[in-house]
Structures are given as structure tokens and as C-alpha cells.
């Protein structure tokens, strides 16, 4: 019992740190390299747009009068995956993040994702990022978010969104 303890308490402090830094940087492990969309195991429900600007998802979030949900991600980030396997694959959250958002990915490696996480000064992966049709920052949360989190910081972006419009 007490093994299963402490093994919980360091998967919770990995999961709430977040990755930092670079790959092969000192508390990343590196991986083989492989996008997120061809991952092995359960398939994400959250519908992200498929887009490599930010600019076509920011036109569509205003047509449709909705924000937009941003997870800045790697491929070798550990809390990265632990969303992917998690959190995006939840049909509670899945409903509400489909309904409320539009969800966009951005790996942070590629050169579109690299810009994007230096505009928006992204540094710990993964990054979620909530903002509105102009792509001005609603909320931010460093690291990654578990269930009830999650929807916390859905709800919050959405009443700040509202409240905006």
C-alpha cells in the first residue's frame, strides 16, 4: 500500500510540473520523434482544427462567435502524452471543449509551432492557452490540467469570453 502511495505521488508531481525547456534538456526524456495524430491508443474526442496557421482558426472562431482552446505540446513531453491518453479521449470533456471551442494543437517543434510558442511565450509544455477571436489571451495554464481542472479552466475562459463580448 505504501509502494502504491509514492508511486502515485510521482506520477502527480510529473503530471503538475509539465515538461521545461528543450528536448534532451535536463528533466525532458527524449523520444522517438512521432506527431501526435499518429499515436498508438485511445483516439482523441476532443475535435481539434486542422490547420498549421493560427490566423484560419482565429477567422473561423469569429464566424462561429466561439474562443479558441490552444494546447501547446512536444512530442517527448511525458504530461503531453499523459492529456493526449486522458484528458482529449473524455467524453464529458470532450462535449463541453467541442461545444464551447474550437481546439487547436500546435507542436511547439515544428516551424510554425516554434514561432507561435515564442509569440505567446511558451516555455513549459504542455501549455494551455484560451483566447478570443483576435487571439488576445482569456487564460493560461502552465502544465498539465487533470479532469476537474480541466473543466475548471474551460468554464472560467468561457464566462471571461462572454463577459468580453
Known sequence: MRKLSYILIIIGLVFAAGCKGKKGSLGSSPSPKKGNSSQKGPRNL??????????????????????????????????CKMMDEDIFTDRNLATFYNRNFLNYKVDCESPNGANLAMVFGITNYPTLLFVDDKGRILSRHDGAAYHSRMMELGQEAVKKYKDES
Open 46 to 79: 476532443f475535435k481539434f482544427e486542422k490547420s498549421d496557421k493560427l490566423s484560419y482558426v482565429l477567422d473561423k472562431a469569429k464566424i462561429e462567435k466561439k474562443p479558441v482552446f490552444i494546447d501547446f505540446y512536444t512530442t517527448w513531453c511525458t504530461p
